[in-house]
């Protein structure tokens, strides 16, 4: 008989959360969701488990569809559409929304972070949720921070093993004044560039090289127009999912909450996955023929004081107390 009445209590609490979920209020919306990467990229793999999860979570009736490959537009031009209320989510470079909150160029200071576990700490605690609360009042939500990764430097004309070596080299960058000034400062000619262009730049020879996590190089087949690959770590490249206030706005709280735990449930996934993918890239684009130096720690030393200019002009351009709080948190997390 107490078999029986476990069973009986096990079938109840099922149907309850069942019929809890059912409760929840959600309206049949399709969520357009747009990313810069290709659809077999870490990103394009991170927008479908998300679409996946948020499904479930909404007994299907909140459907996300990917948009890959920039087909909505460049990141510029899908944040100004989130802003205006054309489309509902993408996610995107840190570095483009500088324009908007320019404290968002904290990000792309030089030799911030040391490793993944420093960048996980301080984007999910208060210092990353502090800038993305900045966003709201100007028309987007900041949801979570996904791993794009530590960026490296390709070229086509000659291995970069020293700073001198990026003399002359037009390579291109973020349309963003920190790391024009950052590669400037290196002695490379700088060209800033939407990212969608980029494979005709080098292809064309409009640009000689970039500079990106070797996940993106893989994925966008930069190998393909690219042959020397020098592991610098110059920075470490946050991605962040951004929803339109507008439109996030129009949900309810049941909505919102399977749209933030869904966010949730895909940095998760993102991160470990972009990390075990980064470890097999440079084996895969070693196998297509790209040369890789590893760029040696006395270089990096050399190359970090270059970028001290960088900091300060950030600093003095009215984010001294930023760069401070930053710091701060880095410095607890290496204790």
Request: no cysteine; glycine share 8%.
């Amino acid at each position: 008989m107490n078999h029986i009445f476990k069973k009986l209590v096990l079938a109840i609490a099922v149907a309850g959360a069942a019929t809890a979920a059912l409760a929840a209020d959600f309206q049949p919306r399709i969520i357009r969701f747009g990313y810069g990467l290709a659809e077999d990229s870490n990103q394009g793999r991170a927008a479908k488990f998300f679409a996946d999860d948020l499904a479930k979570r909404t007994g299907n009736k909140m459907r996300m569809k990917g948009f890959g490959n920039a087909s909505l537009g460049s990141d510029i031009q899908m944040q100004n559409a989130l802003i205006g209320g054309a489309q509902e989510m993408m996610v995107g470079s840190t570095a483009t929304l500088v324009g908007i909150v320019s404290d968002f160029g904290v990000y792309d200071l030089p030799f911030v972070f040391r490793n993944e576990k420093e960048a996980d700490a301080i984007l999910d605690g208060p210092f990353g949720q502090a800038l993305t609360a900045k966003l709201q009042e100007k028309g987007l939500v900041g949801l979570v921070y996904w791993e794009n990764g530590f960026r490296n430097l390709t070229n086509s004309k000659h291995p970069i093993t020293k700073m001198e070596d990026l003399k002359g080299i037009k390579l291109r960058v973020m349309q963003n004044p920190v790391y024009i000034d950052m590669f400037k400062g290196f002695g490379a000619n700088a060209v800033p560039l939407a990212f969608s262009e980029l494979f005709t730049a080098m292809e064309t020879g409009t640009v000689d090289g970039q500079e990106n996590p070797v996940t993106t190089i893989q994925s966008s087949k930069f190998y393909e127009v690219q042959k020397y690959l020098s592991l610098t770590k110059h920075v470490y490249s946050p991605w962040i999912v951004l929803a339109s206030k507008k439109w996030w706005d129009s949900l309810n709280a049941d909505e919102r909450k399977a749209v933030q735990d869904s966010a949730f449930a895909a940095r998760d996934f993102e991160r470990k996955d972009t990390r075990e993918a980064s470890a097999k890239a440079i084996d895969f684009l070693k196998s297509k023929g790209m040369q890789v130096t590893v760029v040696s720690d006395k270089e990096i030393e050399r190359m970090q004081e270059t970028t001290r200019q960088a900091m300060y002009k950030f600093a003095n351009d009215g984010h001294a107390k930023l760069i401070k709080d930053l710091q701060s948190e880095v410095e607890k997390q290496r204790k």
